[in-house]
């Protein structure tokens, strides 16, 4: 009697449509919430989002991200306000993709995307830098540093609304 | 014993010093009464009303002056009707406080609303998030959200410069005023203050050049927001990201702690650096501040121009060469040389470098010679007998105490010096400052003698005249432990006392400091002048104790120690006047400083030269040897109130340089010394063993710390500010001859030859704290503050030679000819060129030279 079960069960399943897909060549659709590589974002206008306040890497329970930040002035400007990341770099070796880091961020700049091929034949590789993790200009917009009036951007954060 | 008063804190009872403030009584019982405005080291202003309490007082029956009773049998309390704030109370007896009730919190809640409605939120970005008062305060007693409206906050300028160094946000300024109490009460420079009323107020910067203190940086500290931050660290870490590692200033005699917030950063290689240094406590040294110099002069220790690797000199040319070829040559050339060579140890060297700079000296014969530059002071017998008492408070001095002064531009020399004897006198601590010239001290004090270049020495003596015609001399010890005394009262006899009235504030006063300095004096004069002030206080009794006794104002960070190991500068005298074939130089050079040295090396044989740069001493080296600075290595200094301290390991090696110690310990072994030893707490072991003054003196016992007043970091940032806790030890200062009652004490008559002054105008070099020197010049962030080259002369002289102020001149003393501007500002002396050392490259004339001034015509 069992074992007539099993055999059921067995032929019942070979006959389905199999869930495989033949990665790499062909790619699953994740869900809206799937956490997967970061990115870091920009602004419409082009200007990078980070301020480089290192609020991920304080949230980061696996010490993944490593954060240099600098001054903006108007001759070279990265984000607005008057700090920007000089160095950003997160090792995926480390990462756990909790997601913390997106949680601290104050200007939404560091969010965990689709994309989840992540392999390396070196170590470094797995340390993304600023220059891999950061989404390009949005189309028309031009690529930082921008060289600006004074005055234009001097707040870092988005004035803030009533949260009401 | 001071008084104690009885006082009631929620409801506990507690003793505590009568009439002290509130809100430090509490802190002293751990009890948090949170302050913006107030500052444990100045006076309350009530501005910020954080610190509001309920504030009563116990009722007492004024017939029997005993407390009336309620039914219950606990004491009747008159509570104020409303709420007081506790930082403009002093308790006394009876005084009752309530910190935490509903309506306290209430009130404080409130306040930190209000001080929120203009303020940004900028926390990510600040400085200051992470160890910000403000940020601290709301979270322990701030509303979780605000009845203010976001769009009516004012939005103001954020990136204000005062000055170079320091940047203001006017909109995280809470108006505290801690900032401008700090410049005008406690350094006394009016260099900030309030612009404007209301919600248009602000700080501005009204001394020009921009904020014109040489102690701003410690306002960054104190400021409970980040409205004031360093251009300095500007964005350089978050605070919770570094790494404190204490350290001691090497810049100059103070001994200043400080605590070196270290980072790893990519743009140093990955190795750690000094991201920014701030003040440690140590309440018997620089209490919880530091200079400008201290704080941002650290950028010497990772200049790209520092020397990394051992070269050689071949044919000319400098041959990059690995350390054991180093050792090896030097070694075979110690062994040539042997006797004729000589050893001269600079004021940054540490106590094991000299030791075992002293170790290696010792290989090569049974009396080296042992030479310390900068060979402007002496008196290491002197210091030994009647240097400053142990545990001598600076910040303690007060109405009791004469502090004098002399031959030292005390503020160019030793900032934190100066700045605790202008608190001092505040205080009404009678200060004498005597020196040739104005400088900054004599705001501070009535008492101001001006004599001759060449007259230090009379002065004292005629002072310690006045003692014994006012009687003023200690029978006790003079009777019991004084030897020499019947000859000093034979030269004494006769002497002028052209200063009377600032003899008698000295000889009035129940504790004497005096503070010598070597500005305008020989090095022969200057010993005499040690002597001199040793004959004053010995027979006037202010030696031994606390808050008495001699510091001298050393030429270096390190040269207390490097006589207390065996070196002196009457060595050096003798090395440039009889030159050795051979010269081994650690950490000196002298060749900058002086143009005699500079021409003795150049003819000496071999020149072995430990330096952080190429120096012009460097320049004339035959082999040099790569030395680590401070920041990368450990070690002790003993500072001029001779404190042995320690400081660690901050920054990542930089390129094959090497400490010191390790570099000479290699070379001694090449010459059958002993195997090297593994580490400076080994060197220092065997410092404790073999120097009697420095038995207790092992790396343990120096790093020993004990709990101090004001609580500063850690979770009472409101409190005290940003000062680092001590975490690296108070260091252990050595006691005096005349601290043990059975050591006796020597005074002879001090010489008061005058040496001679050539020519119509001569000069006289003077010491600048921002200077070009080796270790200040690779700061960038200081530059604008370095002068550029000058001299100054006195306005007749000025008068007679038609030049302005301003104008260019061209200045010939001797080999020397310079071209630079002249100053005429009513400071030098009429016959005086005053000549700042190191402002421009090159040596200095030597004191006194004839010199000639000739205006460049346009
Ligand atoms: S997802 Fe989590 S583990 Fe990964 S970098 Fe962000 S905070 Fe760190
Ligand atoms: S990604 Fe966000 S949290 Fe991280 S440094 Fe940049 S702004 Fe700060
Ligand atoms: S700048 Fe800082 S210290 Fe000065 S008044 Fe404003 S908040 Fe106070
Ligand atoms: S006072 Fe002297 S020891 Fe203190 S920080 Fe300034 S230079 Fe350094
Ligand atoms: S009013 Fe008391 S601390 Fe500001």
Redesign the interface.
Known sequence: MNLINGFATTIKHLLERPVTVQYPEQERAVRERFKGRHALKRYDNGLEKCIGCSLCAAACPADAIWVEAAENTDEERYSPGERYAKTYEINMLRCIFCGYCEDACPTEAIVLEHKYRLSFHDRRDAIYTKERLLDPPPAGAPDTPWVTEPGTFDRAIPIMQDPD | MTKTATIMIDDQTYQVPDGINLVDAAKLHGITIPVFCYHPKMESVGMCRMCLVELGSISVNRDTGEPDLNDDGSPVVRWFPKLQTACTQTVRDGTVVRTSTAQVLEARDNILEFILTSHP??C??CDK?GECPLQNLTMAYGPG?SNF???DKL?LD??VPLGELIYLDRERCIQCARCTRFCDELVGDDVLAFHERGRSLQIVTISDPPFDTKFSGNTTDICPVGALTTADF?????P??LDEVPTICPHCPVGCNLSASTRI???FGGKKMIKRIMPRQNELVNEIWTCDKGRFGHHHSRAADRLQHPMMRQGGEWVKIDWATAYHQIASKLKKYADSAGFLAGPTLSNEDLWELRQLAELTGDTPRLGVWPAAMTGAGVVAQVGIGVNTRLQDVGPETAILVIASDLEEEAPIWWLQIKQAADRGAAVVVANARETKLDRVTHTVVHYDYGDAVAVLNSFAARARSRRKTSKALLDNRVDGYDDLAAGLKGTRVPFADAADVLLDAENVIVFAGAEGLTLDQHRELMQAAANLLIITGHVGRQNNGLVPVWPGANVQGALDIGFSPETTASLIDEPPAMWFIGGADPAADDSQAAHVLANAEFVVVGAQFMTATAAQADIILPRQSFAEREGTYTNGMRRVQRFYAAQGPVGDALPDWTIYAQIGARLKGPKPPVSAAAVMRAITQHVPRYAGMGYSSLAHVEAQFPDVGGDDLYYGGTAYANHGGLGVQWATDAEDDSARLVVRPAQIEKPEKSGDLCIVPVRLLYDRGPLFEPSDIMHQRVPEPYLELNSQDAAHLSIADGDRVMVTAGEIQIETAARVNGHAPEGVVLWPRRLAHGPAPALFSACSVQKIEE
Request: proline share 5%; hydrophobic share 25%.
């Open positions: 939120l900028d990510p970005i998030g959200r409206i976001y769009d939005h954020k990136h500007r964005f350089g870490a978050r919770w990201e950063d990519r743009d």
